[in-house]
């Protein structure tokens, strides 16, 4: 075997091993991130008689600068706001230091006026004009209660159809009220027949009251 064959044999066994570590890793930095923002809701609520922060609007504009938990969830973490990130209206803005805003393993960029990678779960309490001051102690469940989780669309609040349904080994990952963030595969959420969530949910994955 000539030495080209040997190194073209040799790429072929480290290829495939190379791609799992780095799946591995955007997984676990997901992870990481989206532990942040859980630890910036409890932050918010012990300072804020308990109460979960304000959703804010789906997709916010320069006008939505005081509202939003893209914009009182940074300031617990002592983040720059999400309005001055220049990934957010420019997609070839380099997203090197755009933890914990974005996922790793998603390659979705702006659309020119916004991004998120992480959406907010619009069935909790309501949204923009129509959200409700909620408690924490109130929320039943919360080890199953999504809060924040992979998203394949836009916006900052969205419904249970924007789960991501590929973004980490045919799955998503999930941030429940309690802190603690777990990955799903796609078949516990997503009805793939009908393109649609599934209707009958999983037991550790509700997104109401």
Known sequence: MT???IMIVLASCLLPALHRGKAFAQRAGCQHHLRQW????????????DTLPPEGSPNPTDRHTNVGWYVQLPRE???PPYSTQPWRTNPLASIAHAAPWLCPANRRRSNGRNLFH????????????????????????PSTLVWLFDSKN?????????THTNVHGAGAQFL????HVARFRVE?????ARQRPRSEGHPDLEWEP
């Open 3 to 5: 030495t080209l064959a």
């Open 118 to 141: 992480y959406c907010l779960n619009q069935h909790l309490d309501g949204t923009a004009d129509e959200d409700s001051v909620t408690r924490l102690a109130s929320v039943p469940r």
């Open 38 to 49: 859980g630890l910036a809701t409890h932050l918010y609520a012990e300072g804020h008689d």
């Open 176 to 179: 429940f009220l309690d802190g």
């Open 77 to 79: 973490l002592s983040l």
């Open 154 to 162: 836009l916006p900052a609040v969205g419904p249970r159809s924007y």
């Open 188 to 192: 516990s959420y997503w009805d793939t």
